[in-house]
């Protein structure tokens, strides 16, 4: 299918100190810890980590829920900590295949070769640009709104971004025509970065548009699809297998979102083999740690991705409920954007609507400046993004803490609408409030 269309050349596209480049050889390559062989090949602690352990032998106490419980991340794994992790993460990769072979946009299958793990996501971000593009030279494209950090790692990597933005007066639609125009008139740009679904803008980007972007004729580069938030948008939306008929194409996901486990930093890149290869080559050895594998292989176990889902229903019910109720508050505006995400993107109006309010970028700055300093409830401000004049993001959080939310901006805006509570035009204030990245 789309590799027939595709002007694609690896050996073209790749810096080629990375083609060439001969991964580090470390020590479990070549034998591994299974448990019977006597390590003495790497310098590791044969005495094991120096942790004064507390836990009894059946399990360590589980936090969530107060109780002793033998699960995966018993006092066994703490005491393997003294040696070095799984270089190459087989076991966990299958079970990310096996988690994302839908047979919903292709019929090929994922194996482990076409998958890299990073330190989140912004390690495949940085991976990627470090690949393909050459400091001082290429260019990266990025469709704004979106996440900043494609930015942050391409002036790191001395970068310059052409920015294509999304259209927002069609819900945030990816422009296609638009990028490919831009790489047609550019052969430096190497790498596309699409968030689908968008942050801020929570909505999921077109299948065809993406793909117009692979089809273009003669360009040769990678098309990068973040879907950090995809759990959270219709089953079978995922395009992570597709990436077996696109030799250009990668899919990055992350177990900090709809898994809950932001905290063990795990980000996935699903490719063609050739790139993945690329990838794992110039990764530091040992970049996955032994806990973080063991917690992500149990996340995906399917008693872990009943609990999962589960989470995940109730917060979208959450979700409806901030559909529903925000519109009745005064002063709350449009929802910019979609809904498929864990988060919403909404306009903050100087007044009333039926008062005749506008979006405005200063009250919606002191929307957010006084819920967190006065009411301890903290949102994003977005006002200073192409499209995102006079708004706010907000994570869809538990039932207890959508109510209070709801409470506390009505109650601020009803504060600045009587002028309790001042309302200044600074500039500075909003780019420094809409820079955080995030």
């Not at 790498?191 to 548009?209: E, F, H, R």
């Not at 939306?237 to 932001?262: D, R």
């Amino acid at each position: 299918m789309g590799l027939t269309n595709s002007a694609f050349d690896l050996s073209r596209c790749a810096r080629p100190n990375i083609l060439s480049l001969q991964p580090y050889r470390c020590a479990r390559d070549d034998y591994k810890d299974d448990g019977t062989n006597v390590l003495l090949d790497a310098n590791e602690n044969a005495f094991g980590p120096g942790l004064k352990l507390t836990a009894n032998e059946s399990g360590i106490r589980n936090e969530i829920n107060g109780t002793s419980s033998s699960s995966t991340v018993d006092t066994k794994l703490l005491l393997g900590l003294n040696r070095y992790p799984d270089p190459h993460q087989i076991e966990l990769k299958q079970l990310l295949c096996d988690l994302r072979n839908t047979r919903t946009h292709t019929s090929e299958i994922l194996r482990p070769e076409n998958l890299f793990v990073g330190v989140g996501s912004d390690e495949a971000i940085d991976a990627i640009l470090r690949c393909f593009c050459i400091p001082g030279r290429d260019k990266i494209l990025t469709c704004p709104p979106t996440y900043g950090m494609y930015a942050v790692s391409a002036q790191i990597n001395d970068l310059e971004v052409v920015k294509v933005p999304l259209d927002a007066s069609n819900a945030f639609s990816l422009q296609p025509e638009a990028i490919n125009q831009k790489l047609a008139s550019d052969p430096r740009i190497k790498v596309v970065y699409i968030c689908s679904p968008g942050n801020p803008t929570a909505n999921l980007i077109d299948k065809s548009a993406i793909q117009i972007v692979l089809e273009h004729p003669n360009w040769n580069g990678i098309v990068v699809v973040d879907e950090a938030y995809i759990d959270f948008a219709a089953e079978g939306s995922s395009l992570a297998e597709w990436v077996t008929e696109w030799p250009n194409l990668i899919v990055m996901q992350t177990l900090s979102k709809a898994f809950g486990l932001a905290g063990i930093r795990l980000g996935v890149v699903f490719t063609s083999p050739g790139i993945a290869s690329l990838l794992n080559n110039l990764k530091a050895p040992y970049n996955i740690s032994t806990i973080t594998s063991t917690l992500a292989c149990q996340a995906m176990q399917p008693e872990s991705l009943e609990v999962m889902r589960s989470n995940r229903s109730k917060l979208l019910k959450q979700r409806e409920k901030l559909l529903a109720e925000m519109p009745k508050i005064p002063g709350i505006g449009r929802f910019l954007g979609g809904a498929e995400s864990n988060f919403l993107l909404v306009e903050i109006l100087d007044k009333p609507r039926e008062s005749g309010g506008k979006p405005n970028n200063a009250t919606a700055l002191a929307v957010y400046e006084s819920l967190a300093e006065t009411k301890g409830v903290v949102v994003r401000f977005r006002g200073k993004e192409p499209g995102c004049n006079a708004s706010i993001r907000i994570t869809v959080g538990t039932e207890e803490e959508v109510d209070k939310f709801l409470e506390e901006i009505r109650a601020v805006l009803e504060e600045i609408y009587q002028g309790r509570l001042d309302v200044s035009n600074g500039t500075e204030e909003e780019t420094a409030a809409n820079d955080v990245v995030a």
